[in-house]
């Protein structure tokens, strides 16, 4: 008989319009649920792990389909919310973003001074910050640094900008969400 165990089982992955599929995980849901539940006027939810954990065991036991669309996802939370009683946190419910991102390769083309550079990028970590699940990704770093230097090569001058905008951004996002899990810089 097949080990049908939470590792051996693959959620399946979420479409989102305009969005590449993301594979759903159990912090995800947990922070969508939390929060549908700060919205409804419950700060502290305890309950959140329990649903989402309900419902990832039907997602990997009993749907069938290796894709889900992120409206059918955001149903089946819906109507388990209702079903165990939490009405107000149904109406609240959306799939928060799975993993917001920043090129910040990019946006250095973008706005190439760093006084620039540096009011896009807090207005773009604000953005994103205020409406992630719980990862924000930031790509380019490297080229980023790069550009606004003008360096064809890395240089001193090079990790000194790039040891700067690390700690911005980690300092942004700190401030504006402390609750956030992850944030990558590359």
Request: neutral net charge.
């Given at each position: 008989m097949p080990d049908n165990s939470p590792s051996d089982t693959p959620l399946p992955l979420v479409s989102i319009p305009g969005a590449s599929p993301t594979r759903l995980n159990e912090s995800w849901l947990i922070i969508s649920l939390e929060k549908a539940a700060t919205r409804a006027g419950h700060q502290q939810w305890p309950l959140a792990p329990d649903v989402a954990q309900a419902v990832l065991h039907y997602l990997r036991?009993?749907?069938?389909?290796?894709?889900?669309?992120?409206?059918?996802?955001?149903l089946i939370?819906?109507?388990?919310?209702e079903g165990i009683g939490c009405p107000a946190i149904a109406r609240h419910f959306e799939l928060a973003t799975s993993s917001p991102s920043i090129n910040l390769a990019a946006l250095a083309r973008e706005a190439p001074l760093e006084i620039l550079f540096y009011h896009r990028l807090a207005a773009l970590v604000d953005e994103k910050v205020s409406t992630l699940a719980s990862v924000l990704r930031l790509e380019g770093l490297r080229s980023c640094v790069l550009s606004l230097t003008g360096s064809a090569s890395w240089r001193t001058s090079c990790q000194k900008l790039n040891d700067e905008i690390v700690h911005f951004i980690r300092a942004r996002a700190q401030t504006l969400s402390p609750s956030l899990l992850e944030l990558t810089i590359w």
């Open positions: 036991h009993d749907f069938a389909r290796s894709q889900i669309e992120r409206d059918t996802l955001e939370l819906r109507r388990s919310l």
